[in-house]
């Protein structure tokens, strides 16, 4: 028997990883599988539907919360996917996908952050400083993986853990000698989800306002373009 091609290697793999579930055995293991016509259901993010492993029968049910007319189509979720996840994995995207989102990190807000906010050595390692609290007491840790990120910038607006981080890098010199030796607080209000005035909100929003731009510079491409 002929080794399979290079093609099609590829062709199977991307069977296998746009028609495949991800379930957890009986023993804890976590694995994916081919259900033949399971597959066959589309996905709809506000789906009433679900198809589920049901590890202690060995099977797959499919669990619905409301009753079908004759030929309506089934529809069920995939997960909350963006559709940079949607692609990536199913091939498709929606034109309006609620879940939609943008990972940020401090490698995309810093290098956007105006020179005139940077300041001094010293407010640099306030920033550092405040950002260690943070991170620290919200177990939100900025070396997260993309997959892991809470720094994401949603159709709603920015997670709180994104806001926090905006808020901190857009502190200026006036803001930090007005907070020198009350950093604490900050951290609390931050922590919170407050803003911590007017200006710095302002900056917060600019910031992000640029990191986004900055990241749409460099696609390649657009759905109206393609």
């Not at 290079?6 to 069977?15: I, V």
């Not at 198809?51 to 004759?70: G, S, Y």
């Not at 940077?118 to 997260?144: F, H, K, N, P, V």
Request: proline share 5%; aromatic share 6%.
């Amino acid at each position: 028997t002929e080794p399979p091609t290079l093609e099609q290697l590829r062709w199977a793999l991307d069977c296998v990883q746009s028609r495949s579930f991800a379930l957890d055995t009986t023993e804890g293991v976590k694995c994916v599988c081919l259900c033949p016509m399971a597959d066959l259901f589309n996905h709809d993010p506000a789906a009433p539907a679900s198809l589920d492993f049901n590890p202690e029968r060995a099977h797959f049910q499919l669990r619905t919360r409301c009753a079908w007319a004759k030929q309506q189509e089934v529809r069920i979720t995939y997960g909350e996917l963006s559709n940079a996840d949607l692609l990536q994995y199913y091939g498709f995207v929606l034109a309006h996908n609620a879940h939609d989102r943008v990972y940020m990190s401090l490698a995309h807000l810093a290098p956007v952050l105006p020179r005139a906010a940077i300041g001094s050595e010293a407010d640099r390692l306030d920033r550092l400083t405040i950002l260690a609290s943070i991170t620290s007491d919200s177990s939100l840790a900025l070396s997260q993986t993309q997959d892991s990120s809470r720094l994401l910038m949603k159709h709603t607006g920015p997670t709180k853990e994104l806001m926090m981080v905006a808020r901190v890098l857009s502190l200026n010199r006036t803001a930090l000698a007005m907070y020198h030796g009350r950093l604490d607080d900050v951290v609390t209000r931050l922590a919170c989800g407050k803003p911590l005035d007017l200006h710095n909100e302002l900056a917060a929003w600019r910031l992000l306002s640029a990191a986004c731009g900055e990241l749409l510079s460099r696609m390649p491409t657009s759905l109206e373009g393609a």
